[in-house]
């Protein structure tokens, strides 16, 4: 009873652990840190409150808190580490010790579930790519209607995802070619342009994978044991 109670009590705190993920990504922007951050802060988020409660209830979820597995504590940690990856969009550079912590909250989530290394390391890995992408700023070369290329920058993708979508709607398969050659193109150029900002915000990511990688050859399996 008393091993059954630990996921009834982690259960609890996936509720204000959601809730703070949700309020992260929908919190509105301020021009000023300090100004009126604090007022949003003591506002209650009823969107956030709502998801919160409907990932707890969430039939899997909710059923497994009766038993003594992994699921429910597995799903705390995982929130958890996006939880962290979302309060660091703020920050400019990478520091050591928010990618120690990283590292850190990803090893936990993999000791739970071997199938956590998706979305610790690659999922928020591509995610911390992409935010990369988006503070550089780097300019590529892209393609209009008339297939001419033109110049234009990282804020410029949407809009030609958006033409291109309109272009070859009735084509998906050329669409998803489209997306890809932008995505791939995009994230290389920021890659090559910038290796130190890169380099500094991705090694926690990479260092799970390599470590994930690492236990794969010397267990024999992904499964721990085999």
Known sequence: MQLRATNCLTLLLVLPAAHDCRRSITKRPTKKRGDSSNAQDLTINWDAVHTAVNMCLFPPIFFFSGLYYTDVLSTFVVIKAYDHFLKGQDRQT?????????????????LMRQTNIFWVAVF????????????A?????????????????????????????NATKAHFGAFMKTVFYWCSTSLLAVSIG?????????????????????????????????
């Open 94 to 110: 990478g520091s050591l010790s928010r990618g120690i912590l990283t590292f850190g909250i990803g090893a936990i989530a993999l």
């Open 137 to 165: 700023r780097l300019p590529f070369v892209g393609m209009q209607e008339d297939s001419q290329p033109v110049r234009s920058n990282a804020h410029g993708l949407a809009s030609q995802l958006e033409s291109a979508y």
């Open 124 to 135: 928020m890995g591509g995610l911390e790519l992409a935010r990369s992408f988006h503070r």
């Open 194 to 226: 910038n290796p130190i900002r890169v380099a500094t915000r991705l090694w926690p990511y990479i260092a799970l994978l390599l470590s994930f990688a690492a236990f794969v050859l010397w267990n024999g399996g992904v499964v721990l044991g085999k």
